[in-house]
């Protein structure tokens, strides 16, 4: 993801975020806050880890779903296969990959084209491409995915993790 991000991220329009950047002997509760609170999207990168983590449950979710409402878009983006749509504050999200199939289940082409479908819809909201543009490429990529059977990252102005997690951007 954080690859397929960089275009995005170099032109300054997005920071990407994630609890690996939070320093030692940080308040990780507060970092975590700060970053929601200057974000404007969450991706969750949903597994059966995060669907697992009593913190993200606790502590994360709560706090993300009260800066949706607050107008925080947030994406879910399936890593790997787990039972998302079980969880209330998820299954009324729209997910991605579009078809609902986990990224970790297609090819590397696969993933890829999942991928960067996502990124162009990023770029739409992000305001890099019109939402008419961004749609039609994502759609595009969509279009040539293969049929196969999701962690919170958080997304901001900037750079990208790797783990169970929630992304923010502002």
């Known amino acids: 993801l954080q690859m397929h991000l960089a275009?995005?991220?170099?032109?300054?329009?997005?920071?990407?975020?994630?609890?690996?950047?939070?320093?030692?002997?940080?308040?990780?509760?507060?970092?975590?806050e700060s970053a929601l609170t200057a974000s404007r999207i969450s991706v969750l990168l949903v597994s059966p880890a995060y669907l697992a983590s009593t913190y993200v449950w606790t502590h994360?979710?709560?706090r993300i779903m009260a800066h949706q409402k607050d107008g925080m878009r947030v994406l879910p983006l399936?890593?790997?296969?787990?039972?998302?749509?079980?969880?209330?504050?998820?299954?009324?999200?729209?997910?991605?990959?579009?078809?609902?199939?986990?990224?970790s289940t297609g090819s590397d082409a696969q993933i890829d084209l999942d991928l960067a479908a996502f990124v162009y819809e990023l770029?739409?909201?992000?305001?890099?491409?019109?939402?008419?543009?961004?749609t039609q490429e994502s759609e595009r990529m969509t279009m040539k995915s293969e049929p196969a059977p999701a962690d919170t990252a958080?997304?901001?102005r900037g750079r990208s993790p790797q783990r169970q997690g929630a992304m923010m951007l502002p």
């Open 60 to 62: 994360e979710m709560p």
């Open 123 to 134: 770029a739409g909201i992000v305001g890099m491409l019109s939402t008419a543009a961004a």
């Open 7 to 32: 275009v995005v991220e170099r032109r300054g329009l997005l920071e990407v975020w994630s609890d690996r950047q939070i320093q030692v002997g940080a308040g990780s509760k507060q970092e975590i």
């Open 154 to 156: 958080i997304l901001r």
């Open 78 to 103: 399936l890593a790997r296969p787990c039972a998302w749509r079980l969880a209330d504050e998820l299954a009324r999200l729209q997910a991605r990959p579009a078809d609902g199939r986990p990224l």
